[in-house]
Nanobody, 123 residues
Framework: QVQLVESGGGLVQAGGSLGLSCAAS????????MGWFRQAPGKEREFVAT????????SYTNSVEGRFTISRDNAKNTVYLQMNSLKPEDTAVYYC????????????????WGQGTQLTVSS
């Protein structure tokens, strides 16, 4: 079992920056690739970013490429999502998730999920 707890959400103006954290407890954090997903009001949850077990490989959805950065610190059992140049359309609940696969953009590949943290970007 892996328990995931997100933090760092809040209200930010368009063009601003915010960082999210996801702390993991339980089994060995470095055994899991990690992902960030988001769900906007009235929409389905979607992939945002993913990082492999070592942190050497990352992948992003097109809409955040160049603005968001996923990283991890295996010594601290934490994965991060740094978000810059935020837009109102980034408003959503952000979830972190863990998968035993090498790296994946598919939600169905993820075994463990956090409860989410709200990001609101005002225009």
């Amino acid at each position: 079992q892996v328990q995931l707890v997100e933090s760092g959400g809040g209200l930010v103006q368009a063009g601003g920056s915010l960082g999210l954290s996801c702390a993991a407890s339980g089994r060995t954090f470095s055994s899991y690739a990690m992902g960030w997903f988001r769900q906007a009001p009235g929409k389905e949850r979607e992939f945002v970013a993913t990082i492999d077990r070592s942190g050497g490989s990352t992948s992003y959805t097109n809409s955040v490429e160049g603005r968001f950065t996923i990283s991890r610190d295996n010594a601290k059992n934490t994965v991060y999502l740094q978000m810059n140049s935020l837009k109102p359309e980034d408003t959503a609940v952000y979830y972190c998730a863990a998968t035993v696969m090498t790296i994946s953009q598919r939600q169905t590949h993820y075994d463990y999920w956090g409860q989410g943290t709200q990001l609101t970007v005002s225009s």
